[in-house]
């Protein structure tokens, strides 16, 4: 042991002699102030709903998409083959300065 | 206590994973001693106790569930105690070189008294030496800092901080020569300027 070693070993010493501090005991209301805090951190588990909810909503949208994709054939013939032809826009200021299309 | 052997601490932990206040309660009584006296142990400057106790406590209910029982609650719970300690000791800015000037007059005789002389130091010197020992120990690194403290102040074993700490015996022999071999620098270099 060098004497930087045996310095070290009587400055410890002299430091052990130092009484340690009382306070075994938890302060008043220090208990019911980390449980709190804890618990109000905690999450507590998800409810039934929760956990079931945005599956619902993922399986919903699944039977949207299968729904229109099944009846896509259906839809198409509902769909007249030249749009332009089934809309008759008549604007109304062409028809007051004689400039409207009938044809 | 957490050496009370009337108190049920499996069932309490029981009651606790079912989210019930007053044994978590009860549990944050019965360990309090053990958490306090590693804070004050291990207590970075500037952070209060109580603050500090009360983060260790709360990282506890949060992993509780994580509790397997593969090690005894109590240092489960000294584990997560220490590793808090060493996260705000970390945090906390690095103390400029130690320098004479920096000590207090009762610090400066005793360091004086420790370099120079054989003798031990005197007991009405002994809160002046802890403080010293406090201020040399804040010069190394959070982990060597923990070991020492344990190994040289609280005379714990290599067996008994291992059980607190989580490291293994060579972990802990390996920061303990680390941290011995940084103070003897530290010693060597303070004997240097006071004779210069």
Redesign the interface.
Known sequence: MNRSDMAWQRLIKAARQVPREPGAVAPHGFATRAVAHAFAAKRPAPSLFEQFALRAVGVACLLAVLGVVSNYTMLAQSVPTHVADSFVTLDPASIVLGEADYE | ?PDDESFDLPGCLERVRR?D?AA???L??HL??LV??IV?SHLPRRVLE?DL??EI??K???RIEQFQGAVPFPHWVSRIAVTTCIDHLRAQKRRPEFRWADLSEGEAD??D???TN?N??A?D???A??E??QK?LDQLKPEDQLVIRLL??E?KTIAEISEITGWNGSLVKVRAFRA?RK??KL??TL?RKERS
């Open positions: 206590m989210r206040q978590a309660r009860e944050v009584d309090y001693p306090i006296r004050r109580e106790a009360q406590f709360m506890m209910f949060t005793v360091l008294a420790v370099i054989e031990d130091v007991p010197e002994a809160m030496a802890h010293l020992v040399l040289d102040l005379q011995r103070l003897r010693f060597e004997e």
